[in-house]
Structures are given as structure tokens and as C-alpha cells.
């Protein structure tokens, strides 16, 4: 079950249903953490956020660069994530998710990638 889960998670993710995703993979009480910024807390909070930003964006593709790791309860997925806001900006982040599931929901996650991806290109 734990297996099919993250397999279904990544689908979701690729497809860009990113809040379809958080709705049904994340626990009530899930966290996310940007690098170092304070945690976003509950999975209302997580499905808000999430459509805040899908609401500034003209398009979006996600891709999982495999092999996803896993040991126990502990995950971590290196995402690529190529986005186009709505004034035309486009920005490609590439970040390593570590999660920690519970049964068959993320309970926390932490996004790792450096924040000079979402400045100006050179």
C-alpha cells in the first residue's frame, strides 16, 4: 500500500494536480517547510496555499527525476518544476522533497533547492 501511494502521489504531482495531491495524500495536520522558512501547518493551509499559487501561473510542467529513495517511513523525490506566471516569467526549480509519511499520508515535508532559481535569470 505505502509503495502504490508514493507511485500514485508522483502520477498526481506529473499530471499537475497538485492540490488533488495534497487533499489526498497529506494527512490533517501535515506540515510543508520551504528551506529554512517557518512550516505551513495543516492541510487546509497546504491545499490554500497551493491553489493561491497555481491561480498566478499561465502553465506548469512537474517531473519526478527518478529513482524516488526510500528507507521506512522516509522518502525523498527530486522534483523539476517548469513554470510560467501570468506576466509572462518563466522559471525552472529543480528541489528534493524529504517526507515523512505515517501509514498512507505525508505528515511532513520539507522542500530543499536553492532560492536563486526564483530570481531574475542571468
Not at 508514493?6 to 506529473?14: A, Q, S
Not at 512550516?39 to 529513482?67: I, W, Y
Request: with cysteine.
Amino acid at each position: 500500500m505505502f509503495f502504490n501511494c508514493r507511485t500514485t502521489l508522483i502520477e498526481k504531482v506529473e499530471a499537475n494536480a497538485h492540490v488533488d495531491a495534497i487533499e489526498s495524500f497529506y494527512a490533517p495536520h501535515a506540515s510543508m517547510q520551504e528551506n529554512e522558512l517557518p512550516p505551513r501547518a495543516s492541510r487546509d493551509v497546504l491545499v490554500a496555499h497551493e491553489s493561491n499559487f497555481l491561480s498566478r501561473l499561465r502553465s506548469l510542467t512537474s517531473k519526478c527525476v527518478r529513482p524516488v529513495f526510500v528507507n521506512g517511513d522516509c522518502v525523498v523525490i527530486r522534483w523539476i518544476f517548469e513554470f510560467e506566471a501570468l506576466d509572462g516569467t518563466r522559471t525552472r526549480l529543480e528541489e528534493l522533497a524529504y517526507q515523512r509519511w505515517e501509514d498512507d499520508r505525508i505528515v511532513e515535508e520539507k522542500f530543499f533547492y536553492d532560492p536563486r532559481q526564483l530570481g531574475p535569470s542571468a
